[in-house]
Structures are given as C-alpha cells and as structure tokens.
C-alpha cells in the first residue's frame, strides 16, 4: 500500500514480482539490483532455501529521485511460486499497489503459469481488489531457450487482459528494466487516479540522476516526464478514509502496527538510527508473543532466521546506523510479523 509523506515530500509504493516456482522473479530482482546505482538501493535481502527457492520473499528498496518534486521509494518483492506457499503470497501481496507477473517461457510451465495467473487473481479478491483494475505487467520470460512458447501463444493464455507485457531474459537482464518502467507508470496512474500522489510542480532545473544503464531514457526522468504530463491532481487524501500502511506494517499483527508504521516513517524520513531503535524495540515484543525466554529461543520457536535477527541486533549496536542498516532491521521485522501470522500469534486473548 502506498505511503506519501508529505513533510518528507516521499511517495513509497510496494510493488510485487509475481508468478510460478522457477520462472525467474529472484533472477530479475538480482538484475534490478545490479542495475540501479548503489546511492539509490538499499541491500537485496533474498531469503533463500538450501537450494534457492525463494522461502518467505525477497526484499529490494530502491529510491527514484524528483518524481516532480516527491522523491519515490519503491519496495521490490518477490513472493515463493512453489505452490504450498500460498499464505506466505497471500501476506507480501498484502498492501500491494502493483504486480509484475513473471511467466515461465519453457513448454513444460505452461499449466503452471496459468495456475499462477488464477491464484494472483483469487489471493487479490480476497483482499477486495480486482485483477482488472489493478496496476499489472508481464514478463514473458527466458526467451533465450531454444524451445520457447511463442509470445503470441502466451500472450492468448496469459493476458486476455491486454496489459504491457515483455519478452525477458532475466538471466542476462534483456527486458527487465522495460517492464519495470511500465510498472512504474502504471502505479503512478493508479495512484493518481485514486488521488493518493500529490501536487507536483516540475522543476526543469533539477538534476536527473540515472538509474538506468541508458542515460537518455533513465527510469525516473521517464517517471517524471509522466507526473509532469499528467493533470494536476486533487491535494493528497488516504484511500477509503484510512491511514496507508506502509510495506512492513502491512504485515503486522494488528497489535504492532503502530510501532511498525513508525519504523517506516522514520525511514521515510531518512532517520535510519530511530528506524533501526524502532524496528529492535518491536522485534522485542513481538518476539514476546512466543513466550518468555531468551531472544534465541523465541526466534527458534517462531522459525525465524537467527543469524538475521543477531545480524540486526549487532548492526544497531555498532551505532551510525545507515540505509542498509534500517532496511535490514525492517526486513527482519517483516520476517517476525510473517511467522507470527503463520504461527497464530498473538492469540485473541494476548
Ligand atoms: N534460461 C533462462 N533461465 C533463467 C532465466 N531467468 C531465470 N532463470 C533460471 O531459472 C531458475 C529459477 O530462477 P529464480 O529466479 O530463482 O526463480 P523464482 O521465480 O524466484 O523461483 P521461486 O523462488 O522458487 O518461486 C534459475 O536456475 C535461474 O538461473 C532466463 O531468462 N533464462
Ligand atoms: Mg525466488
């Protein structure tokens, strides 16, 4: 769900990488990554199993600087294609304001694809959302293999709706930043559209640092030709009335939310050190909910990933905490909310 901060002059949508188990979503993640400039990421969390699947989601946040005069933050997931993890999809689609519906390219996934396509659409109704009015791009993906589907083939069984779709190869990143950039639009339309992006006034003297490898046609100054283009919308309002949430207090058990939007505001902010004092401090009750006993043994009950949470911990100790740091700290945080959820937890009574 997007968030706009306006006395930060911030916009942050989450945007969702969507499809069947092994049709690349992690790979054009990784691509994403390798392609936006260092100053403009924060760190590729993957959450990978022994043989790497993805197991929860992969986490990439990722500023686009000027979007009129709004900065943009984008949180990049992933979700697990693996059919049994459903729940896990279910939660990172939660608060979604896009998805990019990765499709796997080889003969043999074609069931599989369109299972995906059937299931993104049901998990989205349960939330009240409508797959055709919803912000989605294809990718037609691993083009390269000698025994590809033909695009019009794919086309027929994956986009009745006629939504931009590409040919992509993420293993070498052919495409990739295509369907992105229309992703971008789309969100940005939709956002507009439900008047959640606010006023921008263009200002032609500002710089325009690349994201892309193409200098000419970079991400954000294609992001800001649209914003400047587009009318001028009415003043900023919440959809439906309520506060947005942002991509880690989505997850939230209903108890935490709060500190967890805090969390976010502070990083929406650029207050890095209140982010990550922020994040521990919810951790800490969080992980309260699995009984009273040492933070170890918490994390192991819930099944979290004990390196993360020690990593997130000696990271806040070492002080001067920076953007990796509190994007870390925020995605341990959404790992805790995701097991808490799996696990029941807190119970109605707690
Ligand atoms: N030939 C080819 N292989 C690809 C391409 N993109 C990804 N792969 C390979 O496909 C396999 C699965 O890629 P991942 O990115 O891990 O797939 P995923 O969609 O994240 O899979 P799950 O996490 O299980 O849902 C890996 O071996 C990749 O190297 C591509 O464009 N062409
Ligand atoms: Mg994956």
């Given at each position: ?9 911030e ?27 260092p ?21 990439l946040p ?5 979007v009129?005069?709004y900065?943009l ?16 999809r279910?939660?990172v ?17 074609q ?46 069984l ?9 040919e ?19 969100v ?13 006034k ?10 892309s490898?193409d ?51 502070y ?36 099944g ?44 109605p009574?707690?």
């Open positions: 769900m997007s968030t706009v901060n306006v006395m930060a002059r916009i942050a949508a989450k945007i969702v990488f969507y499809g069947p188990g092994l049709s690349g979503k992690t790979t054009t993640l990784k691509r994403i990554y390798e392609t936006v400039k100053s403009l990421r924060g760190e590729l969390m993957t959450l990978p199993t022994e043989a790497d699947r993805t197991l929860f989601f992969d986490f990722v500023r686009v600087e000027r009129g005069d900065a933050r984008l949180a990049l997931y992933t979700v697990p294609g693996q059919v049994f993890y459903n729940a896990t279910k939660l689609l939660q608060g979604s304001d896009g998805v990019v519906f990765v499709a796997d390219s080889n003969p043999g996934a069931d599989a694809n369109r299972e995906s396509m059937a299931n993104l659409e049901e998990n989205l109704a349960e939330q009240g959302i409508a797959l055709d009015s919803f912000p989605l791009v294809i990718q037609f993906n691993k083009r390269d293999l000698g025994n590809a589907v033909p695009v019009a083939q794919m086309r027929a994956l986009n009745k709706r006629n939504v931009p779709d590409f992509t190869i993420a293993m070498s990143g052919d495409g990739v930043l295509d369907a992105m950039k229309a992703m971008i639009r789309l940005i339309k939709d956002l507009r559209a439900r008047k959640i992006v606010p006023p921008s263009p200002r032609p003297s500002a710089p325009t640092p690349s994201l490898k200098s000419g046609a970079s991400l954000e100054s294609q992001v800001q030709e649209h914003l400047v283009q587009a009318p001028a919308p009415e003043p900023a309002a919440p959809p439906h009335g309520k506060p947005a949430l942002g991509p880690v207090a989505a997850l939230a058990p209903a108890a935490l939310i709060d500190p967890a939007r805090v969390a976010e505001m990083f929406a902010q650029g207050d890095f050190e209140g982010c990550v004092r922020t994040c521990l401090e919810t951790l800490q009750r969080g992980l309260a909910f699995a009984g009273e006993s040492s933070i170890a043994h918490q994390s192991f009950l819930l979290l990933n004990g390196r993360d949470v020690l990593d997130a911990y000696t990271r806040s100790q070492r002080g001067a905490s920076n953007i990796d740091d509190a994007s870390f700290a925020l995605f341990v945080l959404a790992q805790l909310f995701v097991r808490l959820t799996q696990a029941g937890l807190p119970s009574e707690q």
